[in-house]
């Protein structure tokens, strides 16, 4: 039987979602939770890998076991497992899907934010990017954001050596917004993102806004497929996915999925 599971982790002390060797991630965590509580060996995948550092708001995750889990026995599950994961993961929710569902591929789309504040501020550095008061142009870096819009080869924001098949994202969001005083949240949504890919479109936009580069210049830049050719990446500690779209029927409902 297959579970979906939604969760939220600060992603400050992990190496990101995905397991790797000689360091901690989110997945070996929630997985050997599971694999705890539920008496079995238990695989979790993720609906993405998010980078070291990356934040993440009702992430979701599926997961296989033979044990059917219902309520009461969800709620007492999902206790036990905030119980014992470490308190930067916290799951909100389990519940049954259909055999085939995939938290990853049956994902519609993706969105990011990222947090920036102007103005010095001690409270919000571990989870917001300082960027000096006069290097945030929001009218030109909206303007640059638009050249992200729509589906393009996005190899110019991507990791060197990311692994991924195909560069291409479809990308339906991207723009900036106040957020408070002295503060600004970039958001961007996609079908797909590729490692490295909101960082790297967040620092080459902020060029934008200091006044390095002009707004047309993202629209060269993306043409070039070169990431030499793109910005510097902003750090991870600053970027938050939340939230992940997917099609209606998923969820396991016994008149129509005997």
């Not at 979906?4 to 050997?32: D, H, K, P, T």
């Not at 909100?92 to 049956?106: N, Q, T």
């Not at 993706?110 to 001690?122: E, G, I, N, S």
Request: positive net charge; contains cysteine.
């Amino acid at each position: 039987m297959r579970y979906f599971i939604s969760l939220s982790y600060n992603g400050s002390v992990f190496c990101g979602w995905q397991i790797q060797r000689n360091a901690r991630s989110v997945q070996e965590e929630v997985r050997n939770a599971l694999s705890t509580l539920l008496r079995e060996d238990i695989s979790v995948t993720g609906a993405g890998r998010t980078d070291s550092g990356v934040n993440a708001v009702n992430f979701i995750a599926h997961f296989d076991s033979r044990n059917l889990i219902k309520e009461p026995d969800a709620s007492h599950l999902l206790y036990k497992l905030n119980a014992i994961l470490p308190e930067e993961i916290a799951v909100h929710k389990i519940f049954r899907v259909k055999d085939g569902a995939h938290a990853r591929f049956d994902a519609l789309s993706r969105t990011y934010k990222y947090f920036v504040h102007t103005q010095k501020d001690p409270f919000r550095f571990r989870l917001s990017y300082y960027v000096p008061a006069g290097r945030t142009d929001i009218e030109k870096m909206n303007e640059a954001a638009r050249y992200f819009l729509g589906e393009k080869d996005f190899s110019s924001l991507e990791k060197v050596n990311g692994g991924n098949r195909s560069s291409v994202c479809n990308v339906t969001q991207a723009r900036w917004e106040e957020a408070g005083e002295n503060k600004y949240v970039f958001t961007v949504t996609a079908n797909r993102f590729l490692r490295n890919m909101v960082r790297a479109m967040v620092g080459s936009l902020l060029e934008v806004g200091a006044g390095k580069r002009e707004p047309r210049w993202i629209a060269r830049m993306i043409e070039e497929r070169n990431r030499s050719k793109a910005g510097q990446s902003v750090p991870g500690y600053a970027l938050f996915l939340t939230e992940i779209k997917y099609p209606d029927g998923l969820e396991y409902e016994p008149e129509s999925c005997p």
